[in-house]
């Protein structure tokens, strides 16, 4: 990608020159998880990277890329084949060292764009942690939540969010790769107490992930497009780049 700092892409004489304009470094934070039988594992992981990737270029020359953090909090899904969970503190020990070692060459600001949503909670106790203790500006966001509006003008599924026509259409636009295309399902929904655990019930809670779904997936991928992920991406695109913006 042509006019952005990556820094996996970067020679250190290269990073020195960069480093006289960069003012953020953005750290894509993703999940080694299933994604039922039609996303690939490395899924989340991967569209962080892909909208890392595009943030830069938008905020060039004042942002860095840093690698990708492809593992997250995922024991939800442990049952699943595959699956490899970090916990919590491990994400944070992570997050402090790569901003303890880039703060040493002078950035202070941090973005986490996170497309994991297991990986929220551990990030609200990162931004309380480390600002006070690195004397950094950290901040989170989660790829596409931003375009929420969008989602609910396009996505016809009251349960979705994992494996589902929104995150499939998003792969589907910026990484398609990771989809099997041929092998698209409709989540596998069974009852069960998880849905007395969800956001918005008087009570929340731990659920193993096939409590609520047999085949691993939300919603309907079937339903999803090329066209739904385009318009989804490239608005919280536009939202993130001007919010970052904002705070520079």
Sequence with gaps: MSNAYILTQMTWPEVEAALKTVKIAIIPLGAHEQHGPHMVESCDAVLAEEMGKRLTARLYPEALLTPTINMGVSPHHLHFPGT?????????????????SLKSQGIEKFLV??????????LGVAADTLTAELGVSFFYAK?????????????????????????????????????????????DIQEGRWKKLRPGSPIQGFYYYEEMTRNGCIGDATKASRDIGEEIVETALERLTQAVRDML
């Design 84 to 100: 490899i969970s970090l916990e919590p503190s491990t994400v944070i020990a992570i997050l402090r060292d790569i901003i303890k």
């Design 143 to 187: 790829t596409t939540a931003s375009a929420k509006d969008v989602m609910d003008k396009r996505i016809e599924s009251k349960l979705y969010g994992h494996s589902c026509d929104r995150e499939v259409s998003e792969a589907m636009y910026l990484a398609p790769h990771l989809v099997r295309p041929d092998q698209l399902e409709k989540g």
């Design 113 to 122: 764009i996170n497309s994991h949503g297991g990986n929220q909670a551990t």
